[in-house]
């Protein structure tokens, strides 16, 4: 496989590197490409320093294609990069909507992959955490309706998200009052209701695609879900609160067994111990963690529980990975 990385120097591209490289990932050849502002930056990849080169203007040598660049420019450039033979596994917004490219999360919907026309879209970080929790339950019990209310880390506005909340956090430290370029508000110290554009029902965009990508993700758009996204002073790893309602009885007995089970996930749920799902411990790690299971105290037919993953890894690259992994053995 001759694989290219397009935008290699951000975050996820470079957690794109480390998961290839950590999953001995089949290819002949890898090729990093980045703006031109980038380009001559050295990654390491298998105790081997390559060079990222500036990203051209048509297709690609490549077989597979792992975007991490932006909506605007992937939707420029995808379908060329497409048709000159390459599969697009794209990790920005640009195709998700599109009727004729599939979203996938490979644990829960990986059919989908062998439907694509060149372009593989990966869903929104939060979404994919989300249904790597609730799909398995939804399979099993049949869900009704979702609120979620999300505790998004700096990650999730790529390595400048981080940098401005390390940065910030320190001036605040040393007396001084930390400011906002990449946030709405200052985020150290703060929680912020606010992550991308506000629609006209109130709700955001970022909110909204929970909504939009879990519909089209589970095949299923009886689902009820609404969903609040907070921004939140930590660096990787997105935690969600989560409280269904089902069509029957569930206790949290059989949704702990359902979920130790399914692929992708770790239960952690020891309240008394102290053992359940934190950014802390889920930060690094390819499977999120559920605990917290418990009846919901507001629906008859309920649960509640906590679910936390690595924005970078789950909610993003290595999701990719995964979808090219699974393109390669085939229906």
């Known amino acids: ?15 794109i590197l480390k998961v290839l490289e950590a999953r001995n990932f089949p290819l002949s050849e ?53 048709e000159g033979g390459a599969l697009v596994v794209d990790n920005s917004s640009a195709w998700r909507y599109e009727p004729h490219v599939p979203l996938v999360v490979p644990e829960v919907n990986r059919q989908e992959i062998f439907r694509h026309q060149g372009i593989i879209a990966n869903p929104n970080c939060t979404t994919a955490i989300l249904a ?26 790529g390595a400048k998200g981080m940098e401005e909340l390390l940065s910030e956090t320190h001036r605040y430290l040393h007396g001084e009052a930390p400011r ?13 209701p606010h992550i991308d554009a506000f629609q006209e029902n ?32 930590t660096l990787r790893a997105h935690a969600e609160a989560v409280s269904v309602e089902f ?29 359940y799902p934190m950014p802390l411990t889920a930060s690094g790690k390819w499977n999120v963690e559920v605990g917290r299971i418990r009846q919901s105290l507001a629906f008859e037919n309920g649960l509640d529980f906590f679910v936390v993953g ?3 890894l789950k909610g993003a690259a290595l999701n990719a990975v995964q979808i090219a992994e699974e393109w390669l053995k085939g229906p």
């Not at 496989?1 to 470079?14: I, K």
């Not at 946030?183 to 912020?192: G, T, Y």
């Not at 569930?250 to 992708?264: D, F, I, K, N, Y």
Request: aromatic residues 6%; neutral net charge.
């Open 247 to 275: 069509e029957g009885p569930v206790s949290p007995e059989a949704a702990r067994e359902v979920l130790a089970q399914a692929p992708g996930v770790e239960v952690v749920d020891e309240p008394l111990a102290k053992r």
């Open 132 to 157: 790597m929790a609730l799909w398995p339950l939804h399979r099993a019990f049949r869900a009704k309706r979702v609120i979620v209310a999300t505790y998004q880390a700096a990650s999730g506005a």
């Open 30 to 82: 890898l090729r990093l490409y980045a703006s031109p502002r980038s380009a001559g930056v050295r990654l390491p990849f298998r105790g081997e320093e390559l060079s990222v080169e500036p990203l051209p203007e048509g297709s690609l040598p490549a077989d597979l294609v792992l975007a991490s660049a932006g909506g605007s420019l992937s939707k420029a450039l995808a379908p060329t990069w497409a």
């Open 180 to 192: 906002a370029e990449v946030f709405a508000h200052p985020l150290p110290f703060n929680v912020i």
């Open 1 to 15: 496989m001759r694989v290219a990385v397009v935008g290699a120097t951000g975050a996820v591209g470079r957690e």
């Open 202 to 233: 109130g709700y955001t965009r970022e909110e909204m695609k929970v909504v939009w990508e879990t519909h089209k993700i589970f095949g299923d758009s009886s689902l009820r879900i609404s969903a609040t996204a907070v921004r939140v002073p």
């Open 310 to 312: 690595d924005q970078l």
